[in-house]
């Protein structure tokens, strides 16, 4: 790092002009928050198509016009994005199916979240055999990947939006185990923590006191970053046939359905696939930026 | 080494074993009958009193589990319910074709990636490169890989019909002329089974390549800026070394560490990738067979595959574990 700064030094100290650090500072702000910006639009937008779905829907999600069946983006005039092979109105599907990814990105964080955050900073924090058992467990978990272990759960107990959560959160939770841990390593070793310790706090108001808040930054960062991956993994149970069965629009079982119209509706899937990459973008975006701002380590860039 | 490796082989076990139990306990919560699903439900009492004792499912649940267990390590993973024959060798029928795919796809991670990783690292200050491929990184990680292969396909298949729609070529065919040895004796029609296969992987190991590169740009990058911060590069920096030896004689070098724990972490994402690459594509392979398995409540076969992808993973991260000591001599083995 410290090789990086040095290199940066000379063209600092050349810009010495007056007026130039206005401009400077603007394009500064734009560079550091522009794309956090963005990906608060789009992730706020996603949430507000989510929350106003029967407003903003021009039809019904689950109407069926025969008068429209498979026919591309624009038909009759009312169809903006087509329609698939009910004459269902494929742009009020995404605008619904918004409802389903989202539940499930939130919901499933928060649950892995609340799972692992208490179990890695009670291992992180009282270390000996409690760690190792909750650790081994985690790893067992870690085995598998996200969406592997999203599948086997969701399998055994069957797609719905419940099902759906549970699966992807606990297929989450080993990560925020990990992560909890090791920021807890080296909270603990922290003074605060000797004079909390020293003040006669107990295990417990240690953890919750003082180490969970001192973790909290890092695991927002990359709980939001999860998101983005929980939603992708909804996306991809429901486009193999194991997320919420259809008729109830859900952006992966749009595209699972459509996928058999490709040759002649390659609309279908193509729409509600720029859904799901857009939601997880914004998020990953959010994420991202987030990590660069509050990452001291980064801050130089 | 020894004893380090004998420790690590041990770790692996009870996680190898656990993982295991996961999957069965995960399979036999199942709603679903496996001999209803294969009857249907039109079927007599008897007849399915009958396929319930055939398939050993009446038996206490201990007890399949301590058989399922016992089979495993021998590598038997008993019959598939529904086609009758031996799990075993549906899964080594499969393995190739997702082997094929999983390194096919890691080339094209690899050659975008890795470039992209380290150009994106070293011009990080010149917003005209980085943007780009930090926006290009972002993309490929945001894009389902499922999406991308349907978008290939409705490009290349559908509109301009370069590329097959389905199927993953005659792999079987290929293999068993180079058992038979006709491979050389017949390198004409040997050439054009390979040629076929190719074909049929380029649209799916474009895509899932393509996604993974993302993954494998951002490790490199970050594994870039790791090493180039290091006190042997101002070193060669202070001695004036130009900047293209510092980067491929120092900085390269020292950039195989990190990048090697991203093999383990790569063929994890690659191979749930071959999941949903292989639906896709209506490719044979692992991924399709475990996705096809659990529709059809064929326990053994789902058992099976879940079990031989768990495997894999674990003893990918064991040898990974163990390069990482070859390639880096101040790890000490412990």
């Known amino acids: 790092m410290a090789i990086a700064r040095d290199a940066a030094a000379p063209e600092l100290t050349a810009v010495g002009a007056a007026e130039a650090p206005r401009h400077r500072s603007l394009r500064r702000a734009l560079r550091r928050y522009g794309p956090i910006g963005i990906g608060l639009v789009m992730a706020l937008a996603m949430v507000i198509m989510a929350a106003a779905a029967p407003w903003l829907a021009p039809l019904s999600p689950s109407a069926q016009f025969a008068d429209a069946v498979l026919k591309g983006p624009g038909a009759q005039d009312r169809h903006v994005l087509g329609t698939d092979e009910f004459g269902r109105d494929v742009f009020s599907r995404i605008i619904w199916g918004a409802r389903v990814s989202l539940q499930v990105g939130l919901a499933s964080v928060v649950f892995g979240f609340a799972l692992g955050v208490p179990l890695g900073i009670l291992a992180g924090v009282q270390g000996r055999r409690t760690e190792t058992v909750i650790m081994r467990s985690a790893d067992m978990f870690m085995a598998f990947p996200t969406l592997l272990l999203a599948l086997i759960i969701v399998t055994a107990l069957g797609g719905t939006l419940l099902n759906e959560i549970l699966a992807i959160g606990v297929a989450l939770t080993p990560n925020f185990i990990r992560l909890s841990r090791s920021l807890a390593l080296t909270i603990r070793e922290q003074d605060y923590i000797l004079a909390a310790r020293a003040l006669g706090s107990g295990q417990i108001r240690v953890m919750a006191h003082h180490v969970f808040p001192n973790a909290l930054y890092a695991l927002v960062v990359v709980g939001t970053l999860y998101i983005a991956t929980a939603i992708r993994t909804e996306a991809g149970l429901s486009f193999l046939g194991l997320g919420i069965p259809p008729p109830t629009p859900s952006w992966g079982n749009i595209l699972s359905e459509g996928r058999q119209y490709i040759k002649c509706c390659p609309w279908i899937t193509t729409f509600s696939g720029l859904a799901i990459m857009l939601a997880v973008l914004a998020f990953n975006l959010v994420g991202d930026s987030l990590r660069d701002l509050l990452d001291p380590r980064l801050k130089g860039e | ?334």
């Open chain 2, 1 to 334: 080494m020894i004893t380090y490796v004998l420790r690590r082989v041990l770790v692996a076990i009870p996680m190898l074993l656990g993982a295991m139990s996961i999957v069965f306990f995960a399979m036999r919560v199942l709603p679903g009958d496996p001999c209803v699903a294969m009857m249907g439900d039109q079927a007599t009492t008897e007849a399915l009193a009958d396929c319930t004792r055939n398939l050993g499912l009446n038996r206490p649940l201990a007890l399949q589990y301590a058989d399922y267990v016992w089979r495993s390590v021998r590598f038997d993973f008993g019959n598939s319910f529904r086609q009758g024959y031996p799990v075993n060798e549906y899964i080594a029928r499969m393995f190739p074709h997702t082997l094929v795919l999983v390194l096919a796809s890691a080339v094209v991670a690899a050659l975008v990636g890795v470039p992209i990783g380290i150009v994106s690292a070293l011009k990080r200050r010149n917003p005209l490169v980085d943007y780009p491929l930090r926006i290009f990184a972002l993309l490929g990680l945001s894009m389902p890989v499922f999406w991308l292969g349907i978008l290939l396909l409705i490009v290349f298949s559908l509109r301009l019909d370069l590329f097959p729609l389905i199927g993953g070529g005659d792999l079987d065919g290929v293999l068993a002329m180079i058992r038979s040895g006709e491979a050389f004796t017949q390198p004409r029609d040997f050439l054009a089974a390979v040629g076929d296969v190719l074909h049929h992987l380029v649209l799916p190991a474009l895509a899932l390549g393509f996604t993974l590169a993302a993954t494998v740009s951002r490790l490199s990058r970050s594994a870039m800026l790791e090493v180039i911060s290091q006190d042997y590069i101002r070193t060669a920096r202070a001695k004036g070394q130009r900047e293209r030896a510092i980067v491929y004689k120092h900085a390269l070098r020292n950039m195989m560490v990190p990048l090697l724990t991203i093999i383990g972490l790569f063929v994890a994402i690659a191979l749930t990738g071959t999941v949903l690459t292989e639906t896709v594509f209506t490719r044979p392979g692992l991924g399709k067979m475990l996705v096809d398995s659990i529709n059809a409540r064929d326990y053994p076969l789902a058992q099976g595959a879940i079990t031989v992808f768990t495997m894999i993973i674990i003893m990918v991260n064991l040898v990974v574990d163990m390069l990482y000591a070859v390639v880096d001599p101040r790890i000490t083995y412990r």
